[in-house]
């Protein structure tokens, strides 16, 4: 019988602990069972596999970074915002290595899938990070894959420790985020410039209707 207790949520759960050790690449179900105090084989009782059970971790992963997201841009905007969802990412990505691999290592299948889900809600933080600026919508979709390989890119190299010392690593995190905030408020000027032309040729097209 399976152990009292033991369920799929706690089988990701302890397969999240054991890539934070020893890597997501080094993950196995005996280190996972080892973590528990079972065999191996009891639980495929709860996860299909290795593969099933990666894409749990990732799952978990991407979900406590939404969390994290939420939590630290309640009431920020622009820069404010852009700084929260950037220390929160790399803090997260520095406490949980593992589980942060996991999320790049993993693709969702569909909408459906429980990993696009659990994205979306990451997306919708980095959308409000965004929003802030008041950019043009096409702008927005550059913007929002420009941000994801910022976090992403930074969080995956800085570990392989090929970024220097710690001082001069914090330096360039601190210079791309005022570089994309920079960039972004550039952005923000072109958008209120041009709904500004709009408004004024609106009220000369009105102004001149009026006087015929």
């Given at each position: 019988m399976?152990?009292a207790?033991?369920?799929?949520?706690t089988?990701t759960?302890?397969?999240a602990e054991?890539?934070d050790?020893v890597?997501y690449?080094n993950?196995?179900?005996g280190l996972?069972?080892?973590r528990?105090?079972v065999?191996?084989p009891s639980l495929?009782?709860h996860?299909?596999g290795?593969?099933?059970?990666?894409r749990?971790v990732?799952?978990l992963a991407?979900?406590?970074?939404g969390?994290?997201l939420r939590?630290a841009?309640q009431?920020r905007?622009?820069?404010?915002?852009?700084?929260?969802?950037?220390?929160?990412?790399r803090r997260?990505a520095r406490d949980f290595p593992?589980?942060?691999?996991a999320?790049?290592?993993?693709?969702a299948?569909?909408?459906?899938?429980?990993l696009?889900?659990?994205?979306?809600?990451v997306?919708?933080?980095h959308?409000?990070?965004l929003?802030?600026?008041g950019?043009?919508?096409?702008?927005t979709?550059?913007?929002?894959q420009?941000?994801r390989?910022?976090?992403?890119?930074?969080?995956l190299?800085?570990?392989?420790?090929d970024?220097?010392t710690?001082?001069?690593?914090e330096?360039?995190?601190?210079?791309?985020?005022?570089?994309i905030?920079?960039g972004l408020?550039?952005?923000s000027?072109v958008a209120?410039?041009?709904?500004s032309?709009?408004?004024?040729?609106?009220?000369?097209?009105?102004?001149?209707?009026?006087k015929r």
């Amino acid at each position: 019988m399976p152990r009292a207790g033991l369920g799929a949520a706690t089988v990701t759960r302890a397969a999240a602990e054991v890539v934070d050790d020893v890597g997501y690449a080094n993950l196995t179900m005996g280190l996972v069972a080892d973590r528990l105090g079972v065999r191996a084989p009891s639980l495929y009782k709860h996860v299909a596999g290795q593969a099933d059970l990666s894409r749990r971790v990732a799952v978990l992963a991407v979900t406590e970074i939404g969390d994290a997201l939420r939590d630290a841009m309640q009431g920020r905007s622009e820069r404010q915002a852009l700084e929260a969802a950037a220390h929160a990412t790399r803090r997260y990505a520095r406490d949980f290595p593992g589980r942060f691999a996991a999320t790049l290592h993993n693709t969702a299948t569909g909408p459906e899938d429980p990993l696009h889900l659990a994205w979306l809600r990451v997306i919708e933080s980095h959308l409000a990070v965004l929003s802030g600026y008041g950019i043009h919508e096409e702008d927005t979709r550059h913007a929002l894959q420009m941000l994801r390989s910022f976090l992403d890119g930074f969080c995956l190299i800085e570990p392989a420790g090929d970024m220097h010392t710690e001082d001069e690593i914090e330096a360039s995190f601190r210079w791309l985020i005022a570089f994309i905030d920079r960039g972004l408020r550039e952005l923000s000027d072109v958008a209120r410039g041009a709904q500004s032309r709009t408004a004024v040729a609106s009220t000369s097209t009105s102004t001149s209707g009026s006087k015929r």
